[in-house]
């Protein structure tokens, strides 16, 4: 009979041989803490106009509701920091919307290597999960080592920084539980005082969604408050502000992941190519990004907004 401990070696090393840099493990079991977080989160109407994010409540913080017979939580990590930069007179993309969007990349290769597991173990039923249900990956990464979460509320790994994707897989498979990180943020407070927006809490570790340019660029779909005004600095489609500044950030290395490559021309694009931006080169160049969620008319508020402010 294969053990719990055979079964964890299998998933990871099926998971380092699809491109995933780590992989971990958790009980699935109902999350106690996290779900008074959550709660205390949502009724402070930090999440904004994220109604979603109150929606299956329950789901959110029990894995056997997801999948019933749920054993195990598996936490992976997917690397999208890019070597490329934008021309520095550009309006600022986040750097996870370069490429390819990391939905679809990452659900075909989760798929593959459930398929796999499959094959060599038998009969194990789960689903995978890339940012696209109600699970709290950033908690279930933390519960299993995948790093701690940070005074930027981002995942952080010591020797990875936090310029990664996470995904998970929920199974009826036991596996081996690997251990929880010690947090590392220390005294320092980067994080907190770059955000222009005010969105990290002063002690850190809580974000008024509502706050993040992130939120605003993308999630928001009325019109940008006036009194963010002159405090976007220059970002169009999300912010990295809060993990360019954090020095863990220091051992991030560049992916090796071809469909994470900026679209071509996308990065050579400067102020005024930005500023003359049509629907079809919007459609030609978001083709297959995570940048079409904004549609065209969202990423032109964006700039409107961005010009308003300079002037």
Not at 56 to 82: C, E, I, Q
Not at 180 to 201: E, N, S, V, W
Not at 207 to 224: F, H, P, R
Request: net charge negative; charged share 25%; with cysteine.
């Amino acid at each position: 009979m294969t053990t719990p401990q055979e079964h964890t070696a299998l998933i990871k090393e099926l998971a380092y041989a699809q491109g995933f840099q780590l992989v971990t493990v958790a009980k699935a079991e109902f999350m106690e803490p996290e779900a008074k977080r959550l709660e205390s989160w949502l009724n402070l109407n930090y999440h904004g106009e994220m109604g979603y994010m109150a929606n299956h409540f329950d789901k959110r913080v029990d894995p056997t509701l997801l999948v019933p017979g749920a054993k195990s939580v598996v936490s992976l990590m997917y690397n999208y920091y890019p070597e490329e930069k934008q021309d520095p007179t550009a309006p600022k993309l986040a750097k996870y919307a370069y490429g390819k969007d990391y939905h679809h990349v990452i659900k075909y290769k989760l798929k593959t290597l459930m398929q796999q597991l499959q094959e060599q173990v038998g009969a194990v039923e789960g689903r995978v999960f890339v940012d696209s249900a109600p699970v709290l990956e950033r908690d279930w990464a933390k519960r299993s080592g995948l790093g701690w979460i940070g005074k930027n509320t981002m995942l952080i790994h010591p020797k990875k920084g936090s310029f990664f994707f996470l995904a998970e897989i929920i199974i009826d498979l036991a596996l081996e539980p690997d251990a929880p990180m010690k947090d590392y943020c220390g005294t320092c407070t980067k994080c907190i005082d770059a955000c222009p927006t005010d969105a990290i809490a002063p002690e850190g570790y809580y974000m008024d969604g509502s706050k993040c340019i992130s939120y605003l660029t993308i999630e928001l779909k009325e019109s940008i408050p006036p009194s963010f005004k002159g405090q976007m600095e220059n970002w169009m489609f999300g912010c990295d502000i809060c993990q360019d500044v954090c020095p863990w950030n220091r051992f991030s290395t560049p992916h090796q992941e071809p469909e994470f490559l900026a679209a071509e021309g996308l990065l050579d694009m400067d102020a005024s190519d930005w500023e003359e931006l049509t629907e079809e080169v919007f459609k030609k160049v978001f083709r297959k990004s995570a940048v079409k969620r904004t549609k065209y008319q969202g990423l032109i508020r964006n700039l409107n907004f961005l010009r308003a402010g300079n002037d």
